[in-house]
């Protein structure tokens, strides 16, 4: 079965410091997702994105957070100057079209130091 | 703001009998539900969801049940399977908003199957 996959597993920065991560789609996926979740908390929304332009993000998803689909294959999210709150597992998620469920990677693991 | 909520934080049962995973909803623009299973260092998995014009939707073993009155939905998990230990998440959207794009998840529950 076609997979996301995300890259790397786990990521280790210093704070201040800038961090991209990777998300492959599944191939025929239009539409594109970051989730987060912090150790304990529930999986939160942070963007999506279709037609190479963000469609909706949530208050998380501020000046520092940035999104693109540079190659028509990978999918980054980009973090300018991490913070230590930026912590947490970053989940990318596609989806063929609308009003179907996602498809979620296994995640990255953003230890900010 | 918890518009979903699931209360049990965890729940143990035997083998054989049925699971039972509960989860409530504030939102009443929320149309569109949906239960994750995850397992350790992976991401969630879609099992079943469930529109508000159903009140249940089955898939082999996973049955999901809506009561849009209580803003309640529940996942019956029959026969229960040592494999099925796992955290689910309930998910909920607001379909007039461009489909699922911006689920919002429950807290999970941590579902013990005992051999």
């Known amino acids: 079965e076609p997979e996301v996959t995300q890259t790397p597993s786990h990521q280790v920065t210093q704070m201040g410091q800038e961090v991209i991560l990777r998300c492959v789609p599944i191939?025929?996926?239009?539409?594109f997702y970051w989730y987060r979740q912090i150790l304990g908390q529930k999986v939160e929304f942070l963007v999506s994105?279709?037609?190479?332009?963000?469609?909706?993000k949530s208050e998380i998803f501020d000046d520092q957070f940035s999104v693109e689909r540079p190659d028509g294959s990978n999918f980054t999210l980009k973090i300018r100057s991490t913070k230590l709150e930026d912590s947490a597992m970053y989940f990318c998620?596609?989806?063929?079209?609308?009003?179907?469920?996602?498809?979620f990677g296994n995640g990255t693991r953003l230890t900010v130091t | 703001d918890q518009q979903v909520k699931q209360n049990s934080p965890s729940l143990s049962v035997q083998e054989g009998r049925i699971s039972i995973l509960n989860c409530d909803y504030t939102n009443s623009m929320f149309d569109y539900f949906l239960w994750y299973k995850k397992y350790p260092a992976e991401g969630p998995t879609f099992l079943i969801s469930i529109s508000s014009i159903k009140d249940k939707n089955e898939d082999g073993r996973f049955t999901v049940f809506l009561n849009k009155s209580a803003k309640h939905l529940s996942l019956h998990i029959v026969p229960s399977q040592p494999g099925d230990s796992a955290v689910y998440f309930c998910a909920a959207s607001d379909s007039s908003n461009f489909g699922n794009e911006k689920l919002t998840f429950g807290t999970g529950t941590r579902l013990t199957i005992i051999p």
């Open positions: 994105f279709y037609n190479n332009e963000i469609s909706e």
């Open positions: 998620a596609t989806t063929g079209w609308l009003a179907s469920p996602l498809h």
């Open positions: 191939s025929n996926h239009l539409y």
